[in-house]
């Protein structure tokens, strides 16, 4: 029988975290055990106290030990929502760096990022930001460098931006340690249709139709490339349409074709759900969101907003956080 290095994957959870993240990680390494009758891969769940965390889907887990305790790990990956902090962030941090000063390669998933990157073991490193946390994630991390790439791989930093993206994350390291033949086993063991790696760009919902951005046609995408990096400083629909070569009136034509709204709609659309998510995920002022979305002033933002998603942006703030103290309270 071959012998393999034994890996030990370590799963730091925070309250809150997307429980579909841990399973499409783990399951893929229980799949490759099998396969080769060997434990190659194990792991455990950490939490930094130690004591029970619920995930999102309200399913309570037992972590294995407290970040404190943790020892002769090969990888952490941090797995949360966005808002997630430590309790006592100087202490759990410097624990964090201490791993990462061992060899550790320390990583994250989904929401995950936001930790991570307040941790500082970012700093100089390259990251995948899931599509809908993008605009907190710069607004709160300006200097980090981000992708939108489904993973990301940067000299022991591994970060994946979701449950399908950790899926395949882990069918990479299955690939690593027991070669292509294991992987692909894995990957038909569930069904899993195609095999993402590096370099490979997360698709996104457009705000309208049921398709996603890859099914745009060139001019429809390139005109949301550049609406997407003009948020704050929104351009004219006109110079949009000369940029990507077509006329305004066959631009309007193809969006509303392919996406059932006009370029116009759309732009504020976009502009909206950066501000949401600021709202979400972020502490901002109303007139800071405003400003990052390019409102002069918080008037119009407000409006806008509420037309978007039918409810005020305040209302929809204190409504994420009366579930955020819920969550805090239920696992105190």
């Known amino acids: 029988m071959h012998a393999y290095e034994i890996r030990h994957i370590g799963f730091l959870i925070f309250p809150g975290f997307p429980m579909a993240c841990l399973s499409s990680m783990i399951e893929p390494f229980r799949a490759a055990n099998e396969i080769v009758g060997q434990d190659v891969f194990s792991w455990s769940l ?8 619920e995930a999102s889907a309200r399913v309570g887990f037992d972590p294995d030990s407290a ?52 941790s500082g073991l970012l700093t100089g490193h390259a990251a995948s930001v899931h599509w809908c946390y993008e605009g907190a994630f710069a607004q709160e991390f300006p200097d980090l460098a981000t992708s939108s790439d489904v993973i990301t791989l940067d000299n022991h930093r591994v970060t994946a931006s979701g449950a399908a993206a950790a899926f395949d994350l882990s069918l990479h390291l299955i690939e690593q340690a027991l070669g292509a033949n294991v992987a692909t086993e894995v990957a038909c063991w569930f069904q899993h249709p195609l095999v993402r790696g590096q370099g490979v760009s997360q698709r996104t919902p457009t705000f309208a139709m049921e398709s996603t951005s890859d099914m745009l046609p060139p001019s429809v995408r390139d005109a949301v490339a550049l609406f997407s990096s003009h948020l ?11 940029e990507v070569g077509v006329s305004v009136r066959q631009l309007e034509r193809l969006f509303q074709k392919t996406t059932g709204s006009t370029p116009l709609v759309y732009y504020r659309a976009m502009r909206m759900h950066k501000a949401r998510q600021l709202l979400l995920y972020g502490t901002y002022s109303m007139a800071e969101v405003a400003a990052s979305v390019g409102y002069a002033s918080s008037f119009t933002l407000i409006k806008n907003y509420t037309e978007v998603f039918g409810i005020h942006p305040k209302e929809e703030r204190k409504k994420i956080n009366m579930f955020r103290v819920r969550d805090a309270t239920n696992t105190a």
Do not use: W
């Open 46 to 53: 950490v939490s930094e106290s130690g004591h029970r965390v």
């Open 232 to 242: 704050e400083d929104p351009l004219n629909v006109a110079d949009v349409a000369r």
């Open 67 to 118: 970040l404190e305790d943790l020892a002769n790990v090969d990888q952490l990956y941090l797995l949360s929502d966005p808002s997630s902090k430590f309790d006592e962030p100087s202490r759990s941090n410097g624990r964090l760096r201490k791993l990462a000063r061992h060899g550790a390669t320390i990583g994250a998933i989904s929401g995950g990022v936001f930790p991570l990157a307040r």
